[in-house]
């Protein structure tokens, strides 16, 4: 959530982030919020005279009545004035909703470094390590030809009990998941991550704090519901299915001030991740390219703001190690303005190579978010014992998500005769060297 202060004080600069996010129609917004803003302020301003007004006469009727001297006058002009600071609080409770709303709805600024376009066309290609690509002697499968035959993963059986876009895995496929996410872990936390084992389902207050809440909810699964896909028609105490770990790690610190001695703090994380706008049917979103239900080791960090940007460094670095490791081709591309999700202030994706599909697919986002979630969560931290709190900065990417991962992984390491040979990093948790 963007601060308040910062809209009043460069309400062009906001704008010019939502035109260069190609929200044109969002713009507008800004002066309604403005209005509010200024309509909230004058409110607070008669509403404290008033207040002040009141403790004066109070100590004045006080003091009439100590001297058995008549105050039903002062009396009577109290009550009304009462009745006025009543009525201005309703209303300016009332305008600070809808502030509210209005703050919730708008996306972060981005960064200076983030380069500006309309769409994904526009991205920029940060980073290619393509040494290892193979020259194919032969037509090389697709991840759901080599699951079907070597039976180690079940598509259909996985719509039969559940639906569409949910998979299952068999077998050395079941091992090979498990192992993924295994060594995953061991690696991020030999770099400095702390292990996190979180729940798979929050609360609204939670998917409020990392921005999920409540723009993207039709996007979220929910426990049980019945009623409008709302915002406002959830109660407080329902459960919503994770979309990703980054939700209730970033929420641990929720409403929290941190020692400026214990930053940066980083955690690691594997979750089920569950995504209700997996898309439509067809090609293009077969099998592992587009699923409801996916596993993903996640990386989050708390950082002092003058460390963020060298940290989403570091956290890409952590995240390509896992590639380099399994020996994958890849590319770190850049999103620019129109393309960037609307927590991040900036993001990097990785994306690993399909020889099947012959293009390169997302298995990573790693965004800095800045203070925007953080003052959503009000997460903040002290430099020492006499600062004054600041905002944390917060980050998070994938470690990786294992279902693109799944599809490079299988594919780049197929054998003419439809076998798939482990990567040697992944031999000691699988306990087999090939998949036949």
């Given at each position: 959530m963007?601060?308040?202060k910062?809209i009043?004080?460069?309400?062009?600069?906001?704008?010019?982030?939502l035109?260069?996010?190609?929200?044109?129609?969002e713009v507008?917004?800004i002066?309604?919020l403005?209005a509010?803003?200024?309509?909230?302020r004058?409110?607070i301003?008669e509403s404290?005279?008033l207040?002040?007004?009141?403790?004066?006469?109070?100590d004045?009727i006080?003091?009439?009545?100590?001297?058995?001297e008549?105050a039903d006058?002062l009396?009577?002009?109290m009550?009304?004035?009462?009745?006025?600071?009543?009525?201005l609080?309703?209303t300016?409770r009332n305008?600070?909703s809808?502030?509210?709303?209005l703050l919730?709805?708008?996306p972060?600024?981005l960064?200076?470094?983030v380069?500006m376009g309309k769409?994904?066309?526009?991205n920029?290609?940060?980073?290619?390590v393509l040494h290892?690509k193979?020259?194919?002697d032969f037509?090389p499968k697709n991840?759901l030809?080599?699951g079907?035959a070597l039976?180690i993963?079940?598509?259909e059986?996985?719509?039969k009990?559940?639906?569409?876009?949910?998979?299952?895995y068999?077998?050395?496929?079941?091992t090979?998941e498990?192992?993924?996410?295994?060594?995953m872990?061991?690696?991020h936390?030999?770099?400095?991550y702390?292990?996190v084992f979180?729940?798979?389902f929050?609360n609204?207050?939670s998917?409020?704090?990392?921005?999920q809440?409540?723009k993207?909810i039709?996007q979220?699964?929910?426990?049980?519901y019945?009623?409008?896909e709302?915002?406002?028609?959830?109660?407080?105490?329902r459960?919503?299915?994770i979309?990703?770990?980054?939700?209730?790690v970033?929420?641990l610190?929720?409403d929290e001030?941190?020692k400026?001695?214990?930053l940066p703090i980083?955690?690691a994380?594997?979750?089920?991740?569950?995504?209700s706008?997996?898309?439509s049917?067809g090609?293009d979103v077969?099998?592992f390219?587009?699923?409801?239900?996916f596993?993903?080791?996640?990386l989050?960090?708390f950082t002092a703001p003058?460390?963020s940007y060298?940290?989403?460094?570091s956290l890409?670095?952590?995240?390509?190690l896992?590639?380099?490791?399994l020996?994958l081709?890849?590319r770190v591309?850049?999103?620019c303005?129109?393309d960037i999700?609307?927590?991040?202030a900036?993001?990097?994706d990785?994306e690993?190579?399909s020889?099947?599909?012959?293009?390169?697919?997302e298995?990573?986002?790693c965004s800095?978010?800045e203070d925007?979630q953080a003052r959503r969560?009000?997460i903040?931290?002290k430099?020492?014992?006499?600062?004054?709190p600041?905002f944390v900065?917060?980050l998070?990417g994938?470690g990786?998500a294992?279902s693109r991962?799944?599809v490079?992984l299988?594919?780049?390491n197929?054998?003419?005769?439809?076998?798939?040979?482990?990567?040697?990093?992944?031999?000691?948790?699988?306990?087999?060297?090939?998949?036949?």
């Amino acid at each position: 959530m963007l601060d308040i202060k910062l809209i009043r004080e460069t309400p062009d600069k906001v704008k010019s982030m939502l035109r260069a996010r190609n929200l044109e129609s969002e713009v507008s917004k800004i002066d309604d919020l403005l209005a509010l803003d200024q309509e909230r302020r004058a409110l607070i301003g008669e509403s404290d005279s008033l207040k002040a007004k009141r403790n004066t006469v109070s100590d004045e009727i006080a003091r009439l009545k100590k001297n058995k001297e008549n105050a039903d006058a002062l009396i009577a002009e109290m009550k009304l004035v009462s009745d006025k600071i009543a009525e201005l609080d309703s209303t300016l409770r009332n305008l600070e909703s809808k502030q509210e709303e209005l703050l919730l709805y708008l996306p972060n600024l981005l960064h200076e470094s983030v380069p500006m376009g309309k769409d994904a066309s526009d991205n920029v290609v940060h980073k290619e390590v393509l040494h290892n690509k193979r020259e194919f002697d032969f037509t090389p499968k697709n991840h759901l030809e080599l699951g079907k035959a070597l039976d180690i993963l079940d598509f259909e059986r996985g719509a039969k009990i559940t639906g569409s876009g949910f998979p299952v895995y068999k077998g050395k496929g079941a091992t090979l998941e498990r192992a993924l996410i295994n060594f995953m872990l061991d690696t991020h936390l030999a770099r400095g991550y702390t292990e996190v084992f979180p729940p798979f389902f929050v609360n609204r207050e939670s998917l409020r704090g990392t921005g999920q809440f409540p723009k993207f909810i039709g996007q979220v699964y929910r426990a049980s519901y019945e009623g409008q896909e709302t915002y406002e028609a959830e109660s407080v105490g329902r459960l919503f299915a994770i979309p990703t770990a980054e939700v209730p790690v970033t929420n641990l610190h929720r409403d929290e001030t941190l020692k400026g001695s214990q930053l940066p703090i980083k955690y690691a994380a594997y979750s089920a991740c569950f995504r209700s706008e997996a898309g439509s049917y067809g090609k293009d979103v077969r099998g592992f390219l587009r699923v409801h239900q996916f596993n993903k080791v996640e990386l989050v960090k708390f950082t002092a703001p003058e460390h963020s940007y060298q940290e989403l460094e570091s956290l890409v670095a952590d995240a390509e190690l896992i590639l380099q490791l399994l020996n994958l081709p890849y590319r770190v591309i850049l999103l620019c303005s129109g393309d960037i999700g609307a927590n991040a202030a900036k993001c990097y994706d990785i994306e690993v190579w399909s020889p099947a599909e012959e293009r390169f697919l997302e298995a990573s986002s790693c965004s800095n978010f800045e203070d925007f979630q953080a003052r959503r969560a009000n997460i903040r931290f002290k430099r020492d014992e006499k600062s004054k709190p600041e905002f944390v900065h917060t980050l998070n990417g994938s470690g990786l998500a294992t279902s693109r991962l799944m599809v490079s992984l299988l594919e780049n390491n197929q054998t003419k005769d439809g076998k798939i040979i482990i990567p040697e990093a992944l031999r000691p948790y699988t306990r087999f060297d090939m998949i036949e």
